[in-house]
DNA sequence: CCTTATACCTGATAGTTCTAGGTATCACCA
DNA sequence: TGGTGATACCTAGAACTATCAGGTATAAGG
């Protein structure tokens, strides 16, 4: 449970990997689902950028239930459970800076990645 | 050696975690650097958005130059030993092909992200 | 001579994601 | 009635990354 503090951090965000996390936030923010549906979702709505099997969207809704950033209701359809899930207002605030600090990230990279060979004179040691 | 095609592919490229790669071989590709030189590069051309240590940095680089994406030169300055890596012409292939890739998950993401509550009428099964 | 900065490197650890399984219910069809 | 496929959930193990925390060695400055 690292205390992820912008201010004194000396290491990357786990953006570079939370991706997930900060997916299933956003997705169910909008609206809630269960997780079989998010699978699907996720691949649709990105249009097969992304694609999180269940293997992976299941232990992180887990993580973040446990975290207290989501909550579940369970409901039977048609004799089947399912754990619909919902953003906590705590999860909402956490989705707003994890939504912020990704954006930070990938301006940075792609500021990078457009630039060009360049031939500022830096003053090399 | 996963064979990272394209088309076939039925998960998610190593782009949520091979950031540090990618900006490796576009660094590089500016100019040749050494390890020392990149780790500081890195944090001072991201405005500090990217911090990558040297344990991160120098294994990528054997990697890379493992697999011919880059080559190094030996060089003693001032009596100090350093190893000047530059962009082999498949390493070059990769930057492009990686560079458009991260672009193309990044803009999911940031098209995910931006999108509000949608009131879409999914017809849900 | 001792400290600091440069320059390189690695091992252990922690964390994440993928693969590949597993269970159970229901709908459909023969 | 029995089989298959879709739905819906779950987990263990493996693989991979990046970090942390160390290590070596040279040169410069006090």
Same mark, same amino acid.
């Given at each position: 449970?690292?205390?992820?503090?912008?201010?004194?951090?000396?290491?990357?965000?786990?953006?570079?990997?939370?991706?997930?996390?900060?997916?299933?936030?956003?997705?169910?923010?909008?609206? +809630?689902?269960?997780?079989?549906? &998010?699978? /699907? =979702?996720?691949?649709?709505? #990105?249009?097969? !950028?992304? $694609?999180?099997?269940?293997?992976?969207?299941?232990?992180?809704?887990?993580?973040?239930?446990?975290?207290?950033?989501?909550?579940?209701?369970?409901?039977?359809?048609?004799?089947?459970?399912?754990?619909?899930?919902?953003?906590? +207002?705590?999860?909402?605030?956490? &989705?707003? /800076? =994890?939504?912020?600090?990704? #954006?930070?990230? !990938?301006? $940075?990279?792609?500021?990078?990645?457009?630039?060009?060979?360049?031939?500022?004179?830096?003053?090399?040691?």
């Amino acid at each position: 449970m690292k205390t992820t503090r912008l201010e004194n951090r000396r290491t990357n965000p786990d953006f570079l990997n939370g991706v997930p996390e900060l997916v299933l936030l956003k997705l169910l923010d909008r609206r +809630p689902m269960h997780g079989y549906e &998010l699978v /699907r =979702s996720i691949k649709r709505e #990105t249009g097969d !950028a992304l $694609a999180f099997g269940e293997g992976c969207v299941y232990p992180v809704l887990h993580k973040l239930e446990s975290q207290g950033l989501l909550e579940s209701r369970a409901t039977t359809v048609r004799g089947r459970e399912r754990y619909v899930y919902h953003v906590t +207002p705590s999860g909402r605030t956490k &989705l707003k /800076r =994890s939504a912020q600090e990704w #954006t930070e990230i !990938a301006r $940075a990279i792609q500021t990078l990645l457009q630039g060009g060979n360049d031939d500022t004179p830096v003053a090399s040691t």
